[in-house]
């Protein structure tokens, strides 16, 4: 299983930005995929996951009405449509996925390597 997060960069507060994540090697469609982020000296924290068909999300309530996640079956990608942006939101964004098809925000066994997202206040 490989992920290929990409679309972090640097944005204002209060802007946007949208990063996406690649999968190969498993079938993408049966699986819950899920965003985490970890800020320098912090643990690593749940975003938002997704359930394999898309048709459930879930997200930490720090982001919530301003972030959106989701995915398309046919493209083996997953989304993360980051609105409002704060500098608290900076971070290094992992896209990941869990090895069941339901809703959760643990329990993930796939990461992939990280996108850094800064926000300038």
């Known amino acids: 299983v490989q992920l290929q997060a990409s679309g972090g960069g640097l944005v204002q507060a209060g802007g946007s930005l949208r990063l996406s994540c690649t999968a190969s090697g498993h079938r993408f469609s049966w699986y819950t995929m899920g965003w985490f982020r970890q800020a320098p000296g912090k643990a690593r924290e749940f975003v938002a996951s997704i359930n394999y068909s898309g048709g459930r999300t879930m997200y930490a309530d720090s982001v919530k009405d301003r972030f959106t996640i989701s995915r398309d079956n046919a493209k083996n990608t997953v989304y993360l449509q980051m609105n409002s942006l704060k500098s608290d939101d900076t971070a290094v964004y992992y896209c990941?996925?869990?090895?069941?098809?339901?809703?959760?925000?643990?329990?993930?066994?796939?990461w992939g390597q990280g996108t850094q997202v800064t926000v300038s206040s």
């Open positions: 990941a996925r869990a090895p069941f098809s339901v809703l959760s925000s643990d329990g993930f066994d796939y």
